[in-house]
């Protein structure tokens, strides 16, 4: 139950968050008390001046219509979420830890993979056991395969597989045609052949031959985010078309096969993962859309060279190609994510927690350097939370730094046990939660926020326009009344 100062924080934010309607509300009373004292002769009095006054009327009616032509001109279009969808792997590419554990003994046994000491093998089982994954994420095919395969056909089969499946599905359930489609952005970190991952669809869906393309690469996990922000800003140019925005991550070209504690991270966390998305900024599509963008934040610290090296792909000392994450990881992305919070919170916090936090700095800055940092309650900003289910210990410090609740983060949790870290996609297959769950509903405000290589961490603002159902083939619907589930860790060991 709230405490009463916690009730008397929300009402005055409420308070705070209507001001102009309260103020707005007397003066219509102001204006309505003195509109029923004219009398007869007042009006007339009134008519004859606008007679008199005919031509500066029509300049001030004409320079105010021409006023409003050049905003509606000018001002930014609203960019909807039509719908969206995310590839659920066919049941026989599920795999337990046991499973995993099992067919990378016999890799090993096989020769493929020369783990040089059984020290590093449970060194795997352990993370894999306090992961937060649990027994049903998907690996692929080729990786379950004895010899292994990672060919460049497998990988791209794999791909192929992810993001027909999810565009496939997205067309059906919106009914749109992809003849409509106008802007096409693919993101995909470690794996870009050629042709690339946008020509496949266009390969595939036969999209139109002046579709603007575009397909990212080596932009890590939050290159969804990225990938949203710039279908938004191609839509700013674009008038009344469709934006076709695809992410994923490779598994099967993406095993590391070596030695090194730092790379053998990743094997225990990536999983099999993709998503689509619509985005229209024809207004029309209002009525349909889910969501209405609000902000897309971006923060690159590259340019610090701890923050450049803190996860990169790169070969061990055999030569083994992996993504190596340092021991700057922690303290990088922290810092990182304060920047992009201190660059959304004005976007989106009410008045009350911008005054909290200014009177806060004011005090460090200038009385006690000592005192801490005021941590917003972002929880007056949004109702809903997708944070990048990069792995628990991520979460948990999302969940702790950001003050936020068990319920909060359950999305992000139940996310990473069901399909484990899907990269870019993972803030999608949360949202998809959350809309099977039944919990959203109209004027809901949604921030997605992911962090990745570069060192990189963004953020999207979105707002519900309806009571959003879950889309068909949402892929929570065969497992959503086992979740959520208990996750129990052990960490003496």
Request: glycine share 6%; proline share 4%; charged share 20%.
């Amino acid at each position: 139950m709230d405490s009463p100062m916690k009730k008397v924080k929300i009402f005055t934010n409420y308070l705070m968050a209507h001001r102009f309607k309260l103020c707005f509300l007397p003066l219509m009373g102001s204006i309505a008390m003195e509109a029923s004292r004219l009398s007869t002769q007042d009006l007339q009095n009134f008519y004859l001046y606008l007679q008199n006054n005919l031509t500066s009327l029509t300049m001030f009616f004409l320079y105010l219509a021409l006023g409003s032509a050049l905003y509606l001109m000018t001002r930014p279009k609203p960019v909807y979420l039509v719908d969206f969808s995310c590839y659920l792997p066919p049941s026989h590419l599920k795999a337990s830890i046991q499973k995993i554990m099992d067919h990378v003994r016999r890799v090993r046994e096989a020769g493929a993979w020369k783990l040089e000491s059984d020290y590093l093998m449970d060194f795997c089982e352990k993370i894999l056991e306090r992961s937060g994954l649990g027994q049903e994420t998907y690996i692929p095919e080729g990786l379950q395969s004895l010899p292994l395969q990672q060919t460049l056909a497998v990988s791209r089969k794999e791909t192929e597989e992810v993001i027909i499946g999810a565009v496939d599905n997205l067309f059906r359930n919106t009914g749109i045609s992809p003849s409509d489609i106008g802007i096409l952005v693919v993101n995909s970190s470690t794996f870009n052949p050629t042709p690339s991952l946008s020509t496949i669809l266009v390969n595939k869906f036969k999209l139109r031959d002046d579709i603007k393309s575009l397909n990212l690469g080596g932009m890590g996990c939050s290159a969804g985010v990225i990938a949203i922000d710039a279908a938004k800003s191609l839509l700013q140019v674009h008038r009344n078309t469709y934006a076709l925005v695809v992410s994923t991550e490779n598994i099967t070209q993406n095993l590391y096969l070596g030695n090194n504690k730092s790379m053998l991270v990743t094997n225990c966390l990536f999983r099999i993962g993709g998503a689509a998305i619509l985005l229209s900024n024809r207004s029309i599509d209002r009525k349909r859309a889910k969501y209405e963008l609000v902000h897309t934040v971006r923060v690159h610290t590259g340019a610090d060279d701890r923050s450049y090296e803190c996860a990169t792909q790169e070969e061990d000392e055999d030569g083994v190609v992996g993504v190596s994450l340092s021991k700057n990881l922690p303290m990088v992305a922290a810092r990182t994510l304060k920047i992009n919070i201190a660059t959304l919170g004005p976007l989106v916090l009410p008045i009350s927690e911008k005054f909290h936090f200014f009177v806060r700095f004011v005090k460090k800055k200038f009385i006690n350097p000592k005192l801490k940092h005021y941590i917003p309650d972002f929880k007056l900003a949004f109702e809903h939370f997708c944070i990048h289910a990069g792995g628990r210990a991520l979460i948990d410090e999302m969940e702790k730094n950001l003050h936020l609740t068990p319920l909060d983060v359950e999305a992000s949790r139940m996310t990473l046990h069901r399909f484990g870290n899907t990269s870019s996609s993972s803030i999608w297959y949360e949202l998809a939660y959350t809309e099977a769950k039944g919990r959203m509903k109209k004027g809901d405000r949604i921030w997605q926020i992911a962090l990745g290589s570069g060192f990189k961490c963004n953020s999207s603002v979105w707002v519900a326009l309806r009571n959003v159902k879950p889309s068909a083939n949402n892929p929570w619907e065969h497992c959503l009344h086992k979740y959520p589930v208990e996750i129990d860790i052990d960490l003496t060991e």
